[in-house]
């Protein structure tokens, strides 16, 4: 089973940063994509990035592309997804989860498995 666990949301005004942590308890974590995505109140859960094998298969959404970035570090099982330059749009529930295999996917039902999520909240 895999357990994921997201961290380092909160308040932030327009315009500023945030990062985002999801620790994975996973056996072979290099072989493990990891995605975010975010929920708004009343909205389908939106892909927001993903990546798969170590950092050199990443994909993002167009809407935040250029702001946010995706990382891993295989070592500590994390994957990491800095914020920059963030808007009230990004105002959301943010999730992480994991699928098997190295190839970033941005359909949430590829992924099994879901951390609790945190809350982003963009002030304007």
């Known amino acids: 089973q895999v357990q994921l666990v997201e961290s380092g949301g909160g308040l932030v005004q327009a315009g500023g940063s945030l990062r985002l942590s999801c620790v994975a308890s996973?056996?072979?974590?290099?072989?493990?994509?990891v995605g975010w995505f975010r929920q708004a109140p009343g909205k389908e859960r939106e892909f927001v990035a993903a990546?798969?094998?170590?950092?050199?298969?990443?994909v993002y959404s167009d809407s935040v592309k250029g702001r946010f970035t995706i990382s891993r570090d295989d070592a500590k099982n994390t994957v990491f997804l800095q914020m920059n330059n963030m808007k009230p749009e990004d105002t959301a529930v943010y999730y992480c989860?994991?699928?098997?295999?190295?190839?970033?996917?941005?359909?949430?039902?590829?992924?099994?498995?879901w951390g609790q999520g945190t809350q982003v909240t963009v002030s304007s």
């Open positions: 989860g994991a699928r098997s295999g190295t190839r970033p996917h941005n359909d949430h039902h590829e992924y099994p498995f």
């Open positions: 996973v056996r072979n974590f290099s072989m493990t994509t």
């Open positions: 990546a798969g094998w170590h950092n050199n298969l990443v």
